[in-house]
């Protein structure tokens, strides 16, 4: 038994080993045959671009100054001016029958001998023309008058026209849309009222404090 032993160590210790060792050299691949075409190498994919690095900052954002007070007494004289126009625009369209008799007289004694219809017309577009053209001036200066708001000192100066316009309309106007009577004297203090507050309103505008605020615009201070 001892003897049988001792061969058995033996040849466990002789014997020889298969197995590589771990950090050892790979085996060996085959030789390829002659003639036969190497085999492709292995795709490897490239990384995506990676995005470049930006040094522009982000826009600034400007900074308004508020508006000075020649500005704000200004707008506020020209929203009085609006409502006192307003106000007789609304009162003419409620007494439009008083009116539109008043003016078919006017009318028939401009052109004796017409038709009854065609004095009728000439009426409607006496009352509502002068209205209407009224209504459109002011619709303009407000207009402008936004304008300027925006600090847009141009705006100011488109103003000056429209108001001599606007007293020239009204002027035309007085003999189809002022009333006789008390009612009449009422239309001519509220005209008189529009046009001297919207006068000293556009007089503001031009003062030093204004145009500094509008020029200001051109290059505003920016916010960092």
Do not use: N
């Not at 508020?66 to 106000?87: C, D, E, K, Q, V």
């Amino acid at each position: 038994m001892a003897h049988e032993s001792d061969g058995e160590e033996r040849l466990r210790t002789t014997a020889p080993r298969t197995s590589y060792p771990p950090d050892g050299p790979a085996p060996t691949q085959p030789e390829r045959p002659a003639g036969q075409p190497a085999p492709p190498p292995p795709t490897q994919h490239a990384p995506p671009p990676r995005p470049g690095v930006s040094y522009s900052a982000p826009a600034p954002i400007a900074v308004i100054p508020p508006a000075p007070g020649t500005i704000r007494h200004g707008r506020t004289l020209w929203l009085f001016s609006f409502l006192a126009g307003l106000a007789v625009l609304v009162g003419s369209f409620l007494t439009r029958d008083g009116h539109l008799e008043r003016l078919r007289g006017v009318v028939e004694q401009m052109a004796p001998g017409g038709d009854a219809e065609a004095v009728t017309t000439a009426t409607g577009i006496v009352f509502w023309g002068s209205g209407g053209a009224l209504l459109l001036v002011m619709l303009l200066q407000a207009a402008m008058l936004g304008v300027v708001m925006g600090r847009q000192g141009w705006a100011r100066w488109a103003l000056v026209p429209l108001l001599a316009g606007h007293a020239l309309v009204m002027m035309i106007a007085t003999a189809f849309l002022v009333p006789e009577g008390d009612g009449g004297s009422y239309v001519l203090l509220l005209w008189g009222a529009e046009l001297l507050l919207a006068l000293i309103g556009l007089v503001l505008f031009f003062l030093p404090a204004s145009g500094r605020w509008l020029k200001s615009s051109r290059a505003s201070p920016t916010a960092p």
